[in-house]
T-cell receptor
Framework: GESVGLHLPTLSVQEGDNSIINCAYS??????FIWYKQESGKGPQFIID?????DKRQGQRVTVLLNKTVKHLSLQIAATQPGDSAVYFC??????????FGKGTRLSVIA | KAGVTQTPRYLIKTRGQQVTLSCSPI?????VSWYQQTPGQGLQFLFE???????NKGNFPGRFSGRQFSNSRSEMNVSTLELGDSALYLC?????????????FGPGTRLTVT
């Protein structure tokens, strides 16, 4: 069945390094993807989104890459900072179906 | 612009009771979605409302219900609470219906069922 998942449950990076968080999806019909960041005690915060007609999209210090051939999504965070420590979720949808979220990856930034 | 607000933030209930949670979307947003978040199941979609109409419903039992008012505020109700209903309940609002647009989440209501 369809699913959205993450390859790694935890990721530790040194402050200043770049982080890459990966996500695999199984539904080739998905046409919208979104990344959220959730800090402890807070609701998910929108980071960046991308539609299936794009391969790459950049925001402030973040880049999302979409590889439809292998159904893979990644979030790159440049110059990772302690404030980036959080759980990151990818989510996908197609048409008007509800967002399906992955389980999340916990990013820990080592000072 | 104020964000999505949810009340109450924390709630403790006993099995068998019912609970009502409230969500006020971002001003001007007419779409409200509800999610349940647990450590084991992650974020799961409950339902979506737009202009007082339920547009989508997730795979939850009928004990979970919701509604939306004319001012776009939404409530969800859980009747006959079970221990497994303990979770963080999140509300998200969007300027447009459907899931293909940015959804902005509130801080959630932490429900504990004892």
């Amino acid at each position: 069945g369809e699913s959205v998942g993450l390859h790694l449950p935890t990721l530790s990076v040194q402050e200043g390094d770049n982080s890459i968080i990966n996500c695999a999806y199984s539904n080739s019909a998905s046409d919208y993807f979104i990344w959220y960041k959730q800090e402890s005690g807070k609701g998910p915060q929108f980071i960046i989104d991308i539609r299936s007609n794009m391969d790459k999209r950049q925001g402030q210090r973040v880049t999302v890459l979409l590889n439809k051939t292998v159904k893979h999504l990644s979030l790159q965070i440049a110059a990772t900072q302690p404030g980036d420590s959080a759980v990151y979720f990818c989510a996908e949808s197609r048409g008007n179906t509800p967002l399906v979220f992955g389980k999340g990856t916990r990013l820990s930034v080592i000072a | 612009k104020a964000g999505v607000t949810q009340t109450p933030r924390y709630l403790i209930k006993t099995r068998g009771q019912q609970v009502t949670l409230s969500c006020s979307p971002i001003s001007g947003h007419r779409s409200v979605s509800w999610y349940q978040q647990t450590p084991g199941q992650g974020l799961q979609f409950l339902f979506e409302y737009f202009s007082e109409t339920q547009r989508n419903k997730g795979n939850f039992p009928g004990r979970f219900s919701g509604r939306q008012f004319s001012n776009s505020r939404s409530e969800m109700n859980v009747s006959t609470l079970e221990l497994g209903d303990s979770a963080l309940y999140l509300c998200a609002s969007s300027g447009k219906p459907g899931s293909g647009y940015e959804q902005y989440f509130g801080p959630g209501t932490r429900l504990t069922v004892t």
